[in-house]
């Protein structure tokens, strides 16, 4: 019988943010805006949700273009080109078709010939999903360069008769390349948590094979978004809230060292109630809902993006990220920057 040595293997390695991007569109639809598609006002708006406008996607403009414009700045950040890319990965709920992936479509228009590429959802988490993903191919050596995305044009799901949801959501994509860093802590730990017993407190009913499209599908509207709005805040707020200090706790750090945190910009309410309820500081908390509204997977990339170049951020601060979405899912990173 042959044996065969023990294979050694390399070290895992760090993992580091080498360069961020996000796009939103041009288009900026306000709450006056609104005023005139349903019964709303902006008061009732803003003092809800704290959401003044969202951007809304060009007619023809795909998650896909949204996708490759943030990818565009994030790889001018980071100072490579697409050919340095071993992975892309898309988080998305409003991908541009069922398949191909998003993210072999991103690869396509981006050039970046020799990337794995494929999309995942997480919905609202997705992006904090992929990091983790993206991660752990760099150290474990299997790849060198990762982009990750988290792109959506929610408009496009989006049921503009309900006052209730309608508000909420915008379109944008937020990228961020990965690399080891050499001296660099990176990524320091990452916690994700799913709940799916609760799925049907957010979700997208028909399309898929559980309910197909028909026209009785479209006729029933049951094509766009529904949500329990009220419970979805109840749990929002209790699973970042934990997520994020089972992170600080995995790193041995208080609240008080993190630099910036950059949660899902779900609304200014939950966004408020879990600064108070991890003992952060108004400073510490990263805002951009009131200009983008809900971006779903896009939401912390585009924030953490804003962050970085608003000099909130600084070269070896800690940064905190903490997502929440449909499925239930949710999400904390902790990072060197």
């Known amino acids: 019988m042959l044996t065969h040595p023990l294979v050694q293997r390399p070290p895992l390695r760090t993992v580091s943010i080498i360069g961020s991007g996000s796009y939103v569109p041009a288009r900026v639809l306000t709450n006056a805006d609104l005023e005139r598609l349903v019964e709303t006002t902006d008061e009732w708006i803003t003092s809800r949700t704290g959401i003044r406008e969202r951007r809304i996607a060009a007619d023809g403009e795909a998650t896909s273009d949204m996708a490759v414009s943030a990818a565009g700045r994030a790889m001018e950040s980071a100072g490579i080109s697409s050919e340095a890319f071993d992975l892309i990965i898309v988080a998305t ?187 952060a500081t108004s400073g510490q908390v990263f805002v951009n809902v009131d200009r983008y509204g809900n971006t779903s997977a896009a939401s912390v990339g585009i924030a953490l993006d804003e962050a970085v170049r608003s000099g909130r951020i600084q070269r070896g601060d800690l940064v905190l990220v903490v997502v929440f979405g449909a499925g239930l899912t949710w999400g904390a990173t902790v990072l060197e920057w």
């Open 93 to 279: 709920i409003t991908p541009d078709m069922l398949f191909p992936s998003t993210a072999c479509l991103v690869q396509q228009k981006l050039g970046a010939n020799r990337a794995v590429a494929f999309d995942i959802e997480a919905a609202c988490s997705g992006f904090v999903y992929a990091l983790e993903i993206a991660a752990q191919f760099i150290q474990s050596h299997s790849f060198q360069t990762a982009l990750v995305i988290g792109a959506e044009k929610m408009s496009s799901v989006i049921d503009w008769a309900d006052r209730n949801t309608c508000v909420l959501f915008g379109d944008g994509a937020g990228a961020a390349v990965l690399q080891h860093r050499p001296g660099s802590q990176g990524l320091l730990t990452t916690c994700l948590g799913s709940d799916g017993t609760k799925a049907s407190l957010l979700e997208l009913p028909a399309g898929g094979s559980a309910c197909p499209s028909t026209a009785e599908s479209v006729a029933g509207r049951l094509h766009f978004l529904r949500m329990d709005g009220k419970e979805i805040f109840r749990n929002a707020v209790t699973a970042m809230v934990s997520a994020a200090n089972e992170a600080l706790s995995r790193c041995g750090i208080g609240i008080e060292q993190i630099r910036c945190i950059i949660p899902h910009q779900a609304n200014q309410r939950i966004l408020t109630a879990v600064g108070e309820r991890l003992g």
